[in-house]
């Protein structure tokens, strides 16, 4: 069974700071692994989706890193700013009857401090 | 930009009752999901949907869940008898493909029960 892991539960940076926020997970036979973006109480925005063929994605300031091998995935944000704060979901799949079901972790409470 | 939007935001039910939980996925998107989330844990994986039919399940959609696609545009989740153990925030996702398919996911529905 697939377990997905983050790892800190929660970070507080000064503002300007770059962050790397890590994620771990179990079966390496993934499909593709996603981070996600939550807000309190709100839903799931999705930033980047790394496919299990290639090894990191990139959009503005924030960067996905993918080790298939290791079990591992950063998310790398540079130059934080307080609208990054929020909780950062990594979820990976596995293609099963043509469709992804998503395993996701525990997430990183991200405070960016002004 | 489309969005998955889900009705209502916030339902409160008595144990027992059934409950509807609606979504709106993107209008060209053809594999459609649930998840949910109890207060303070992990994002989970109830059901998936392609083809008018139940792709694959949890453990936790058990008979007292039930997904339909009753038109074109809409997506259900029915819980019959609705547990105290159901209280949990309820997410809609679609994709446009099942493989590599990056999920969109809605804003979510809070489930009180009481």
């Known amino acids: 069974k697939q377990e997905v892991t983050q790892i800190p539960a929660a970070l507080s940076v000064p503002e300007g700071e770059n962050l790397v926020l890590n994620c771990s997970f179990t079966d390496s036979a993934i499909y593709n692994l996603q981070w996600f973006r939550q807000d309190p109480g709100k839903g799931l925005t999705s930033l980047l989706l790394i496919q299990s063929s290639q090894r990191e994605q990139t959009s503005g300031r924030l960067n996905a890193s993918l080790d298939k091998s290791s079990g591992r995935s950063t998310l790398y944000i540079a130059a934080s700013q307080p609208g990054d704060s929020a909780t950062y979901l990594c979820?990976?799949?596995?293609?099963?009857?043509?469709?992804?079901?998503?395993?996701f972790g525990t997430g990183t409470r991200l405070t960016i401090i002004p | 930009e489309p969005e998955v939007t889900q009705t209502p935001s916030h339902q409160v039910t008595q144990m027992g009752q059934e409950v509807i939980l609606r979504c709106v996925p993107i209008?060209?998107?053809?594999?459609f999901y649930w998840y949910r989330q109890i207060l303070g844990q992990k994002v989970e994986f109830l059901v998936s949907?392609?083809?008018?039919?139940?792709?694959?399940k949890s453990e936790i959609f058990d008979d007292q869940f039930s997904v339909e696609r009753p038109d074109g545009s809409n997506f259900t989740l029915k819980i019959r008898s609705t547990k105290l153990e159901d209280s949990a925030m309820y997410f809609c996702?679609?994709?446009?493909?099942?493989?590599?398919?990056?999920?969109?996911f809605g804003p979510g529905t809070r489930l009180t029960v009481t």
């Open positions: 996702a679609s994709s446009r493909t099942g493989v590599v398919g990056e999920q969109y």
């Open positions: 209008s060209n998107h053809l594999y």
């Open positions: 949907f392609y083809n008018n039919e139940i792709s694959e």
């Open positions: 979820a990976v799949s596995r293609r099963n009857f043509g469709n992804e079901k998503l395993t």
